[in-house]
């Protein structure tokens, strides 16, 4: 079937016009305290006049068309380009759909190929038209039907609501209050400035009557704000991952989310390379883990990779199975029971937690502040249990398939990766891990973050499982090859 060009949906202008809503009413502000209420029509109207006519210009000269091995996006609106997506460099299909877009029955469609690719995005389309395209594009298949429908899905996992309660654990979402209040007194600040409300003398009369409180008001409204803290964090949490749900469809698993904005992410099975499981004390304490996805030139992974925002870890683990296919993955979603690394480890963990506070302390004695260095070995000795945690929490694993390794404590990371993934190895010794015999080993994967490491591992146990897993590579670098065999021949000569 030949390929044509095809424009977005006629309604992109509307779009952009409305996203533009709050620029024109800035605007009409504007003229309404330079010239009054004219002015503000004035102002307003120009606005939206030009707008307008930008965004029909826009769209009458920006086409896509899908051909068998890629995508172009072409633009004429001043001068002519042309982007060209390979169809097999696709790392992603997104789709997603703002309040503008879902009033009008449209999404956003935005095309990944990873950092060699490029990106392209589709601004406005039908929610048909961005089905078919995410289908038509991550498979291997041309299928230009436009009649043809989705493949069925299979769902694979769905946040229950009362996991939303697990945000405040995080920690990310607790600063929610603090930045949305910031930015209302900020935005207060400037209106205020601009029409000449917010004075010197007004701002110092402010801050005597604020200090001037009485004790019980602020104590009520710290109680407040500390009770507002979780609240709020729990409703953002909300927000963005709204019915959170992660399902397999055509090869590709597929996370969608989000109430307001609704956004959904496909991610290709053939380039899920692994998992990786990430918490921290509050959320191990409360049995709740994250979980994302690493992926083979995925731009923006920590995001765009991410399969379960906070679950109970017998979900992420069951999810982490049916994401890489079937292995024997046990709970905490690892391969196997975790080998625990030798003690020498375990006194570098400790050693690295107390060295910055007691260097500060020495300092702080040299320049004869005695108060300082008092409380610099205060916060030494407590971090003893840090450096204790740290160690427990390193461990590594391989199941004849996967391999995992383990570490951190205030923020505890676990990779599963496929042997098949891993590119290369790398052993770090450093001087003091030299002196206990230890070594860190790094497997490169092309997905993620590039590499994950097994920490403070014994020298000769961090070789010999990158040789369990990579025989190949590895071994022949450990051992010498035999001596060639010889014979006597007649005459006393030698032959090899």
Same mark, same amino acid.
């Given at each position: 079937m030949t390929a044509r060009a095809q424009r977005l949906h006629p309604l992109t202008f509307v779009v952009g016009a409305t996203k533009e809503l709050i620029a024109l009413l800035a605007a009409g502000v504007t003229g309404l305290v330079v010239g009054g209420l004219s002015t503000? #029509?004035? #102002?307003?109207?120009?606005?939206?006049?030009?707008?307008?006519? #930008?965004?029909?210009?826009?769209?009458?000269? #920006?086409?896509y068309t899908v051909y068998d091995d890629r995508i172009e996006l072409r633009r004429s609106l001043i001068g002519r380009s042309v982007k060209t997506i390979p169809r097999e460099r696709i790392r992603g299909v997104d789709i997603s759909v703002t309040l503008p877009h879902r009033a009008l029955g449209l999404a956003i469609l935005h095309v990944d190929a990873g950092a060699d690719g490029g990106e392209g995005e589709l601004n406005a389309v039908s929610r048909q038209e961005a089905d078919r395209l995410r289908g038509v594009l991550l498979s291997r298949v041309t299928?230009?039907?436009?009649?043809?429908?989705?493949?069925p899905r299979e769902v694979l996992a769905r946040m229950v609501p009362r996991w939303y309660v697990y945000a405040p654990l995080s920690g990310a979402y607790l600063l929610t209050p603090f930045a949305l209040a910031g930015s209302l007194l900020g935005t207060l600040y400037n209106l205020g400035d601009d029409l000449g409300l917010i004075t010197h003398k007004r701002m110092e009369r402010l801050g005597h009557e !604020?200090?001037?409180?009485?004790?019980?008001?602020?104590?009520?409204?710290?109680i407040t704000f500390l009770v507002a803290m979780p609240v709020m964090s729990v409703i953002v949490f909300t927000l963005f991952n709204w019915n959170f749900t992660v399902?397999? =469809?055509d090869g590709s698993v597929v996370a969608e989310r989000g109430l307001v904005t609704r956004r959904s992410v496909s991610l290709e099975r053939r380039r899920v390379r692994g998992v990786e499981l990430a918490d921290n004390p509050f959320e191990r304490m409360a049995g709740v883990i994250r979980l994302?996805?690493?992926?083979?030139?995925?731009?923006?992974?920590?995001? =765009?990779? =991410?399969?379960?925002?906070? !679950?109970?870890?017998?979900?992420a683990a069951e999810l982490g199975g049916r994401v890489l296919g079937p292995a024997d993955l046990r709970a905490p979603g690892v391969p196997g029971p975790l080998r625990p690394h030798p003690p020498a480890a375990r006194k570098r963990r400790v050693a690295r937690a107390i060295a910055p506070p007691l260097g500060v302390a020495a300092i702080a004695l040299a320049a004869r502040q005695p108060w300082v260095a008092s409380v610099c070995v205060v916060v030494a000795v407590l971090a003893i249990p840090l450096g204790l945690d740290r160690y427990r929490q390193l461990g590594h694993a391989s199941d004849g398939r996967r391999l995992t390794v383990r570490s951190g404590s205030l923020r505890r990371r676990q990779a599963v990766i496929e042997h098949d993934a891993v590119v290369a190895w790398r052993i770090r010794r450093t001087l003091f891990q030299r002196r206990?015999?230890?070594?860190?080993?790094?497997?490169?994967?092309?997905a993620g973050e590039g590499g994950?490491? !097994?920490?403070?591992?014994?020298?000769d146990e961090a070789i010999a499982f990158a040789a369990r897993i990579t025989p190949l590579w590895v071994t022949p670098f450990l051992e010498r090859p035999p001596p060639p065999e010889t014979e006597v021949i007649p005459g006393g000569e030698r032959r090899t």
């Open positions: 503000a #029509f004035y #102002f307003t109207l120009i606005g939206l006049a030009f707008g307008l006519v #930008f965004h029909i210009a826009t769209w009458v000269t #920006f086409t299928t230009l039907d436009k009649d043809e429908k989705p493949p !604020a200090v001037g409180l009485p004790t019980a008001v602020v104590i009520a409204l710290a399902y397999e =469809r994302g996805a690493l992926v083979t030139g995925l731009s923006d992974a920590a995001h =765009r990779g =991410r399969l379960l925002p906070a !679950a109970p870890l017998a979900v206990l015999g230890l070594a860190t080993l790094f497997a490169a994967v092309g994950y490491p !097994a920490v403070d591992m014994a020298e």
